[in-house]
């Protein structure tokens, strides 16, 4: 498109309109002007045409009254009769005299001139009479040798009234140039006359013998055409367009015809108009400025409300007001009232969203978005340089519990009644519901080491009876993540998830407070990549065993061994199996993992017996799996290839967990000719009641209580219950993490079976079990012979 802008297209698309009407009135005006010229040439022309031939037949009446005279004078038609040609002719030079003609003659009986038979005129003349059988007078137009001549021609008759003929009397005046230029002073317009005449019907020629400035053809269809119609017409010649008018003209002879051409320049006949077109051409002229000027101005205020529309949309696209003033009327006027009203309704809606999306819908406490603006400007200020900022986490310990027996309106009542508290005690604090069970708090200025304190009081202040509802109070129990920002570390986008995983942090390590840890934040970073390479690992089988050696206090030997696996990644060095355990339990690969170990501990075991080892292998089955029926029955079927007995260690929380589903897997495996073991023992609060209805083998007592059985009574208590306990329920005991002498004999004292630690071994690679048996047992022998003491470490 050529012109991009509306208000170009409207200002060309007027301009042009309008001056099309005014280019076609102008047209008409002046077509009709010139119509009307025309018309008034036309009607002049034929006036004088009419002049013309009156002052002809005027003349012609005279000459013929003379004529006529002498043709009926007795004397003269005696003389003619007896063709007396000097009577004849003296008699007709004295009427010649009177009637001023420029010639005349007398013709005889013959048929030829009495005088000047040598005179062309006079000859045409006569031949023209000759085959006149009238005995009227003629009168009529002849050229001769191309000049034209008026010819007054009177019969002689021989008796009154008779039919004979004596011959002619003839008047001949000249129809030259200097006649009708004298007849053109009379007509009423300065017109040209010429007298054309066509020959036997050719070309219509004036005396000249050429077309009087007209092309010879188109002349003669020009008079052809006026003669037909009786109008005047548009002729082209050499000067120019011109309106001209044919005259019939009376022909003496048969084969001549004759008319009188009047013919009138337009340029002449316009020349009385050209005030009128003048006056047109001006209007004209300043119509067009006043059109291109109105035009301009039109497309303009149509187009200036358009702009504004565009500038407005644009400012509410870029978050803008988006308002138009409005002075545009009209339909225009509606559409930008309307434009505003969406604007503002839009605006509106915004708002409502905006305060939607930084508030929590059940309490009207700011939200987590909210709390992360609030930050966000805190930087921006310089509120972190001058004095640093305390982002507090605050959770409530078993928020789903509480909020399964209350209800859910409480937990929200609870959650607003803590913001309370914290906003009496913080009046300049930012508080907001960060999620269901967790408040956070922003506090500035706060000095770095104001920071655990400050957090240290507030667990004080809400580890308390809290009143939620009139009738309600409620033991409330948070542990808080704390998160300091300082001129060192710089608000980041993630100081909120620091608080959070500081939150996290306390609760993993059981404590109320605790200060984000970055090690551990790297730690999670890591994970990720370290769950691939596990995956990887497991892939190229590059798992290894090793095994831990149990001690069993009866037989005074190794009678056992733990399968430990262990993974010597090329970069890492060995990586806690903690923690990819819990990896593999998360993304599933717990399944290939254990399946490899277990593999290896079958190979390792019908290895180990073929060295004359009897050895029993115990081996770490993840809580996870017993929900998984068919691996379960893979791990039977592996396990039925097994050389000697085979004991799952699960621990006792995948028991609690789901009790229904962990205890008919256990059964099964106990059914089909497994040991179980209860892993960890003391660390998940087992009730009784479960622990009764698990048919295991053994119990293993977690090495918290083991490595503190020395130095804590209450340790050596729950220890022995234990033991005592499991015994009660037909269990066999083993104590982990005996590290020192004293809690060897300690535990043997107590009635403990097996023990195992790094009193007696750590654990160790396959190739070090055989030489380490056959040393340890050599060393040892004996049923009740403790191991050597240089095993265990002195404290
Ligand atoms: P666990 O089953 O309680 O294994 C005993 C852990 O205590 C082993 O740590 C062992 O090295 C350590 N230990 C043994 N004696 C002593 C001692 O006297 N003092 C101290 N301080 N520690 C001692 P490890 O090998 O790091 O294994 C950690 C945990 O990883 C295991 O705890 C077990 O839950 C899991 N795990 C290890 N191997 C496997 C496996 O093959 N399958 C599964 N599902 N879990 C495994
Ligand atoms: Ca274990
Ligand atoms: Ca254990």
Redesign the pocket.
Known sequence: MVFKRLSTRLSVLYGALFAFGLLMTALTGYISVVNNARQTAQNELQASARVFQRVWSDRDEVQSAGALLLAHDTDFRQAMLQQDAATVSEDFAVLQKRVKADMGFVIGADGQPMQGRSDPVAMAVAAALQNARDTKNRTGVITVASRPYQVVAMPVLKTYNGPDRLGWVVFVSQLDAVEVQALQKLAPVSATATILTQTRGGLWMDGSGQGSGYAADALSFFVDNSLRTGAAGPVSGHNGQAIAFAARLQTLGADQKSVLLLSYPLKAALRDYQPVISALALIGGLGLVFVVLASLYLSRSLSRPIQDLTKAARALREGGAGQIDIVARYEMGELAEAFNDMAASMQAREQDITRLAKCDPATGLPNRSAFEDHLRALHDSDAVEQGGVAIVCIGVDRYTHIRAVWGVAYGHSLMTRLQEILGGIFAKAYIARLSGDTLGLCLTPCAAAQALPLARAIAARLDKRIRVTEDQSLDVRVSLGVYHVGKTRGATDDCVERALIALDQARAAKVKVASFDPRVYSELADTLLLTDQLHAALQNRDMM??Y?PKFSYREGRISSV?????WNHAERGFV???RF?AI??ETGA?RD??LQ?LQTCIDDQKRLKAAGFDLDVS????GR?LSDDAFNQRTLRLCQQAVGRICL?I?ETAVIDDPKIGLAAINTFVDAGLEISI??FGTGLSSLAYLKQIPAHEL?I??AF??EIESGQRDALVVRSSIDLAHGLGMKVTA????TRAAFTLLQAMGCDLA?????A??MPYDALGPFLTDFNGVVGGADVSPSGQRFASR
Do not use: W
């Open positions: 065993v090793y831990q733990e399968a430990l696996v262990r806690s199996p903690q355990v593999a339990e717990i993992l254990t170990v081996i770490n089955y993840s799996l260690e621990t892993d960890d293993k977690d090495r083991v490595m982990e993490g005996v590290e195992q630690g790094y009193g007696i750590r654990p």
